[in-house]
């Protein structure tokens, strides 16, 4: 049986190394998190949360799946979202999604790939509704880029129309929602959206009774 044992090496001189550059570092982790940011982000390992920001383990909550999406019906993501701000009471939810995404254009290029073909259907239908704008760009990587945008646009939308941010608003929770891209080419990141703070940045028809209209 293979063990891996080169990860538990690279882990034990990691945690000696943190040890004796920040002493009492593990100990303050047992305690309670309190994170101020839920990162809903790409499972592409080449996006690592908390190196891209530059953030310490335990100051962010972090949600990936292929293609940073974020459904009504994934139980996983809205159980993540739900924790993060009924419980852990983040303050900002980001999503954050990269230029050069497989997904993405996986979607874009119509290829065949087995199950997760069916997780990146919401993109396809995305391309599809704005085939007339990705169509006047010129080459495949521009148009990839551009979806890449679109998906994370759409992905923001749908984290702020669900019931647990617009809960959260209604109840006076002061929570932000936003959109940013990454870079791969040079790990500089982007805002891409508005920052979203109340219902009333949210079409009505998502509102929860005794909302903002």
């Given amino acids: 049986m293979r063990t891996l044992k080169h990860l538990f090496e690279k882990n034990r001189l990691w945690a000696q190394r943190v040890a004796a550059q920040q002493p009492g570092f593990f100990k303050e982790l047992l305690g309670l998190q309190r994170p101020e940011y839920l990162w809903i982000g790409c499972s592409d390992s080449r996006v690592p949360a908390n190196q891209i920001v530059d953030l310490q383990p335990g100051e962010l909550f972090v949600h990936r799946n292929i293609a ?6 994934d139980l996983n993501g809205l159980s993540v979202l739900q924790y993060a701000v009924d419980v852990l009471k983040v303050k900002h939810v980001i999503v954050c999604g990269h230029y050069g995404c497989s997904g993405v254009q996986a979607a874009l290029g119509n290829l065949e790939l087995g ?12 391309a599809e509704r704005h085939n007339g704008e990705l169509g006047l760009l010129s080459d495949e990587s521009s148009r990839g880029d551009r979806l ?26 002061g929570i932000a929602v936003h959109g940013w891209i990454y870079r791969l080419g040079d790990g500089r990141l982007r805002e891409l959206t508005p920052c979203f703070t109340s219902p009333e940045q949210v079409p009505p028809i998502y509102h929860l009774p005794g909302s903002a209209t």
Avoid: M, P, Y
Wanted: with cysteine; net charge neutral; glycine share 4%.
């Fill in 68 to 73: 940073n999406q974020f459904s009504n019906t």
């Fill in 115 to 126: 199950l997760v073909d069916n997780w990146i259907r919401g993109i396809k239908d995305l």
């Fill in 148 to 173: 890449c945008e679109l998906n994370v646009a759409q992905q923001v939308a749908n984290v702020c129309h669900s019931t647990v941010v617009q809960s959260a608003w209604r109840h006076g929770q």
